[in-house]
């Protein structure tokens, strides 16, 4: 088997570890209420965790033995395949609306990709880490903090504009924390046995943070957004972040030129196209789901005569000549001998 075939396979399994694992942990989110460490003690939310980390690591081989523009639109069918798996294995059907918007982000997402040229510096230099490191922590403090003032202000009914700007932030998060990190991963991987002991610990460490918050990021993300919207959001931002990294660090570009240039911009039009068309799908359906349903009038009581009396309304004509025909016995009131009983005014 080829090192370019056994890539394509590794990404092919690595896709269905990230889709399964999204799926584990909306329904985490969906059944557990909210708590900061609660889910430390649950085995389900561990076995997302195991199946996130398998993906990654299966994602970092697949990125060592085949090319980049082979194995990063592979990455894209963690997107395509969540949606009907979702539906077999919780037994949801998925909204026309919802495949058209995961059909449009597949596509811009797998135009940017395949329009990304070769890469020009093999990893990151000290400054170009320090630059890397510096706007993603602004940029999650800003996504974090984003989805935690929403939250503070109590916007929370299901469907409101609130809830769903809260769940793409934290998507967001997810996702440019991603990005750095098999950014930073590739990094440590050429340069692990060149590297200084002072610039390959904080760098590790880095990558275990940023992973870490992408991971908590992801599944806060999937409380009242559904499983689509989230997972879209942040299977676009990971790779727009690394690709921006390339682009911008490392001397990367698009392919073609000034018309390679106008494509991706395209197809980044249409990711966020399908980004939109599967918010408004989740804020819809969440609104349906939260709407309180009529309650059912009480029936009538049917008349104790004809066919259709019940059981109840039987045993109840049968009690009432008996309770009719019943009488209270009451005492008369003893007087003393020789006195009369003085009749009430």
């Known amino acids: 088997m080829s090192a370019l075939t056994t890539a394509v396979l590794l990404s092919l399994v690595s896709a269905v570890s990230y889709a399964l694992a999204a799926i584990v942990q909306e329904r985490i989110a969906t059944t557990t209420a909210p708590s900061r460490w609660g889910l430390l003690r649950s085995g389900m939310w561990w076995t997302a965790a195991v199946l996130q980390g398998s993906g990654a690591l299966l994602h970092v081989v697949a990125l060592g033995l085949g090319p980049l523009t082979v194995v990063q639109p592979l990455g894209v069918l963690t997107l395509v ?34 329009l990304t040229g070769d890469r020009g ?10 630059v890397l490191a510096g706007c993603v922590l602004g940029a999650l403090a800003l996504l974090v903090g984003t989805a935690t003032g929403v939250r503070r202000l109590g916007h929370g009914r299901p469907g409101s504009r609130a809830v769903t700007l809260r769940s793409v932030s934290l998507a967001l998060a997810a996702g440019v924390a991603y990005g750095a990190a098999s950014v930073f991963v590739k990094t440590l991987a050429d340069n692990w046995t060149s590297a200084p002991l002072a610039t390959f610990v904080p760098l590790t460490v880095l990558t275990v943070v940023l992973a870490a918050a992408g991971l908590a990021s992801s599944q806060a993300s999937y409380r009242d957004g559904g499983l689509a919207t989230p997972l879209a959001t942040a299977t676009v931002a990971n790779p727009v972040v690394a690709a921006a990294a390339g ?9 073609y030129g000034a018309t390679g240039t106008v494509l991706a911009l395209g197809a980044g039009a249409l990711a966020a196209w399908g980004l939109v068309v599967l918010s408004s ?3 819809r359906q969440a609104r349906a789901e939260g709407t309180p349903q009529p309650r059912p009038r009480e029936p009538r009581p049917r008349s104790n005569s004809g066919p259709g009396r019940t059981a109840e309304a039987d045993f109840a004509v049968q009690q009432a000549p008996e309770a009719a ?8 009131p003893r007087t003393p001998a020789g006195r009369q009983p003085v009749p009430a005014p």
Do not use: C, H, K, Y
Request: no cysteine; charged share 15%.
């Open 81 to 114: 395949l969540a949606a009907p798996m979702a539906a077999l294995l919780g037994r949801r059907p998925v909204a026309p609306a919802a495949w058209r918007g995961i059909v449009l982000v597949t596509a811009g997402l797998a135009g940017i990709l395949l």
């Open 121 to 130: 510096a093999d990893s990151l230099d000290g400054g170009g880490q320090f």
């Open 281 to 283: 799908d989740s804020t």
């Open 247 to 255: 682009i911008l660090l490392l001397g990367e570009g698009f392919r």
């Open 325 to 332: 025909t019943r009488t209270v016995v009451v005492p008369a």
